[in-house]
C-alpha cells in the first residue's frame, strides 16, 4: 500500500506561481513513475505532467509546459510541480498519482497509475 500526499495548493492571484509538492510513503520510490493530473470544476481529469523512475525528463501537456515544471527528489520520496504565470483556467483540484510499476515509463495515461493522492486544490483570481 503506497500512500500519496499532496500540498501546496491555494488561492493565489492571476500570475503568481505555486509550488505543489507530492509525498509517496514507498519504500521503492526511486522505481516509480510520478505524474500530475488537474480536474477543474464540471470537467474531466486531465494530465499535466509525469516524470519516470529516473527523474532526468518530464513529460508536459503541450498547453502547460512554458509554464509548469515537474522534479523528484528522491531522498524525500517527494516530487512537486513549479507552477508559474499562473491563470484563471489552472484553477482546479491537483492530483499526484504513482505507478508502482518498477521502472515504468512516463506516462500521460491516467489508467497506468494505481495510486493516487486525495488532491490540493489550486484556485488562480483574476
Known amino acids: 500500500q503506497v500512500q500519496v500526499v499532496e500540498s501546496g495548493g491555494g488561492l493565489v492571484q492571476a500570475g503568481a506561481s505555486l509550488r505543489l509538492s507530492c509525498v509517496a510513503s514507498?519504500?521503492?520510490?526511486?522505481?516509480?513513475?510520478m505524474a500530475w493530473f488537474r480536474q477543474a470544476p464540471g470537467k474531466r481529469r486531465e494530465f499535466v505532467a509525469a516524470?519516470?523512475?529516473?527523474?532526468?525528463?518530464?513529460t508536459y501537456a503541450d498547453s502547460l509546459r512554458s509554464r509548469f515544471t515537474m522534479s523528484r527528489e528522491p531522498g524525500r520520496n517527494t516530487v512537486y510541480l513549479q507552477m508559474n504565470g499562473l491563470k484563471p483556467e489552472d484553477t482546479a483540484i491537483y492530483f499526484c498519482?504513482?505507478?508502482?510499476?518498477?521502472?515504468?515509463?512516463?506516462?500521460?495515461?491516467?489508467?497506468?497509475?494505481?495510486?493516487w493522492g486525495q488532491g490540493t486544490r489550486v484556485t488562480v483570481s483574476s
Open positions: 514507498a519504500p521503492t520510490f526511486n522505481t516509480y513513475s
Open positions: 516524470v519516470a523512475w529516473g527523474g532526468d525528463d518530464a
Open positions: 498519482a504513482v505507478n508502482t510499476v518498477a521502472y515504468a515509463l512516463a506516462s500521460e495515461q491516467s489508467g497506468r497509475y494505481d495510486y
